[in-house]
């Protein structure tokens, strides 16, 4: 009796009832191709998105020539990088003070760096090639770091500010030792460049470890 009930039951299903039910389960069929479609795209879609906004937001150029000098001067690749995209983005350019090429050396200090490192046939013009640009910017910051016992955020602020004004703080702050650079250095522009700097090295390190030979 009351199998037949519910029988009875099931033949009066509306056709309106039927054509809902069939729609319900359209739409949950497309919910799940849709879940199962941004599943895929997450897995294997969003690894090569992520890499194509990195080289946007933290590019790297001449890499080769970064790691051979990065070597011959005995120094980090990824710090090199990361001071090339602070001075420069990587893009040749010449700032208001006359700093020149991807490491932003000013007319003074490629001088220094020409008398001391012998390059007598040196013009101010070779720093808009990479190949003498690079070199003259990594042979700066290797004669900072020996200057500083290889301490690189007073290395980097003398890049910056000028090891005159560096070594005045570190006299200021009670020596090297002590040296805090959230504290002790007084120029905001100068204290956000090391910083930000020291923040980017990790950044190179993490994402071009290969091309920089890490």
Do not use: C
């Not at 690749?77 to 490491?103: C, H, N």
């Not at 090891?163 to 090297?176: I, M």
Request: charged share 25%; glycine share 6%; net charge positive.
């Amino acid at each position: 009796m009351a199998t037949a009930s519910a029988s009875t039951s099931r033949r009066r299903v509306s056709p309106a009832a039927r054509r809902a039910a069939r729609v319900r389960r359209r739409r949950l069929r497309l919910a799940a191709a849709l879940l199962t479609l941004v599943g895929i795209v997450l897995v294997i879609g969003l690894h090569p998105l992520k890499h194509a906004v990195e080289e946007i937001t933290l590019p790297l150029k001449h890499e080769d020539i970064i790691r051979q000098q990065s070597q011959k001067k005995g120094l980090d690749p990824a710090l090199v990088a990361a001071v090339i995209y602070q001075e420069s983005k990587f893009s040749d350019q010449t700032s208001t003070a006359g700093a020149r090429g991807l490491m932003q050396i000013t007319p003074d200090t490629a001088s220094f760096i020409a008398k001391q490192s012998g390059g007598i046939r040196f013009t101010q013009a070779d720093l808009a090639t990479p190949q003498i640009n690079i070199a003259y910017g990594t042979w700066y910051l290797r004669w900072l770091l020996d200057r500083y016992d290889e301490r690189q955020s007073l290395a980097l602020a003398a890049y910056n500010a000028g090891f005159g004004h560096v070594d005045k703080w570190v006299q200021r702050a009670g020596g090297p030792e002590a040296f805090e650079p959230k504290a002790d250095i007084p120029f905001p522009e100068t204290r956000n460049y090391v910083l930000d700097v020291l923040k980017r090295r990790k950044d190179y390190a993490r994402r071009y470890s290969r091309e920089l030979g890490l």
